[in-house]
């Protein structure tokens, strides 16, 4: 009988153990960035072509190995970061597990330029399949340059898997923007398919965060800064206006090292607490230095979970440092925090926002305009609660207030809107119609919004929107992954009538934009239609183009809280009755409610 168990051969059980470790050309970009870093270089470029599918290289100027240290590095468990498992508790460096380069080789062809300053001659590593090709001396700079060409070459199930380059790259600029925020201090410089996208002089966590997160942060962050004997935090969080429909700026950087904690970002945005929408968030970047012993890096082979020996006390803190800048914010909201320290020390800022003060703040004008300003950005939930007060009337079965209206109704209701003239807005965000046959209520978002929708539906497939061509084109500056998803869908943009055209360093100029919608701002309307996009994103059963019409849609809508005037009630009540689908969004919620006399009498017991 033969047996059936052998042991793999090692370059079949790296590339098994590869899969743990390097998932798509972002993770290895994140180990050989890692690396650099970890070997003290102070200039780091990344070079990748095809979004990283056909070349990764990292060139930095750091420590550099000898001919010995060069060949060892590929082994699985070559690590020179730690030598004990004591060592696990006193972690400084990024890696640790010394999986990262094995994985490498298992999986791409690589090669290796490196040589350490104390060195004349430098060594050339070539490896393919895990096996050494090629070693030789070599003259080349100080530090050490590791390119990976064509990654998962030799498992093309794998390869298969990789998504669009337009995805790839999002990754990947992801994880370099998570490492430049992490170490403000070294220069990064970062070249895809020959360009330069990214040239990050070093310095301070504030500049590196204004050149990774975009210039228009720079008036709307509030510096973060508390120290105790266990723990600091330290670092930048957003306005209030600033909070977003995606979690994308968000940055929780403990010992330099970004991880992801939902726990640690509830503490966030419960700082935050009546200050922005429920299901928005908030932009922050913060630092948290501890005592190494007090977590533990080791529960995830990308290190992008970790457990703190307390978690309790950390989310405290950053609860309380939060809300102790936010608060000095909302008291004093024309200071910078940028402003010297002497003026930091004033009592009215430093000490903590009482009661009392809260109450005279709120009732400021400022304050007022603040939280109008973030109205904007409010989206109104379906108001379930308040329907359900009519719950406890019998008769509400009979109200069924959404009700579907067959297209030979619709018309009739037209006609009995049009007999009746009486028209008001309520709570500057409803409309009431009185009707013949009783009244309806209308959202005057939702109404809006539905509108847009089915113009834009019918742009999509039959005739574009008229584009008005804008007499000074504005430039928007977005940031780079904002930039890669806008050339996405330059395309469908145009038959929207948005005409753009990239212009370099992730601008683009606008050169018209829908006829009937009113121009300036582009800037804004840009991030708030990605934003949108992007809050759609992960729904997988829309295509593209019915996300940006959703988004667009959105976007220009009149939003809860615009005051109309009668003309624009009517107008609004017209366009609502003729389109297909008045009674809901293509969300799913009640665009109006309809109310019957003869409901309406019974209710009053008649
Ligand atoms: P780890 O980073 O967990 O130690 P890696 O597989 O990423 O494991 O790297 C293995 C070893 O190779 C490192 O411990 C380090 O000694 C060496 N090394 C890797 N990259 C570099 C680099 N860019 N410069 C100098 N040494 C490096
Ligand atoms: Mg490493």
Known sequence: MSNSISLLPDHIANQIAAGEVIQRPASAVKELLENAVDAQATEITLIVSDAGKSLIQVIDNGCGMNETDARMCFERHATSKIQSIEDLFQIRTMGFRGEALASIAAVAQVELKTKRQEDTTGT????ENSIVKKQEIIATANGTSIAMKNLFYNIPARRNFLKSNAA???????????????FPHIFFSFISNNLQLFHLEAGNLKQRTLQLLGNNYNSKLVAVKEETDYMNVYGFVGKPETAKKTRGDQYFLVNNRFIKSPYLNHAVNSAYQEM??????????????????HIDINVHPTKQEIKFEDEKIIYAFVQAAVKHSLAQFSVAPALDFDLDASIQQLDAIHQPFTSEKKSTAAAGSIFKEFTEKHRAHF?????????????????FDEIKSVQKISSEKKLSFISELIEDGAIVQLHNRYVLVSTVGGFILINQQAAHENIIYENLKEAAIAKPIASQKSIFPATVELTMSDAVLLSELQIDLQQMGYSIEPFGNNSFVVHGTPADVSQGNEKQVFDSILEQFKHFSPDLKFSKREKLIRSLAWQQSIKAG?????????????????????????????????????????LFGK
């Open 562 to 602: 615009k005051i109309l005037t009668v003309l624009e009630m009517q107008t609004l009540v017209k366009n609502l009755f003729s389109c297909t689908q008045p009674n809901v969004t293509p969300n799913g919620n009640p665009v109006y409610l309809e109310f019957k006399k003869d409901q309406l009498e019974k």
């Open 379 to 395: 989206i109104e939930p379906s108001k379930k609660s308040e329907l359900s007060n009519w719950k406890n009337l019998k008769e």
């Open 276 to 293: 922005i929408a429920k299901d928005s968030f908030p932009t922050y970047v913060l630092c948290i230095e501890v005592d190494p012993a």
């Open 124 to 127: 050339l590593l070539e490896i």
């Open 168 to 182: 790839e790259m999002r990754h990947i600029i992801e994880e370099f923007t998570r490492v430049a925020l992490s």
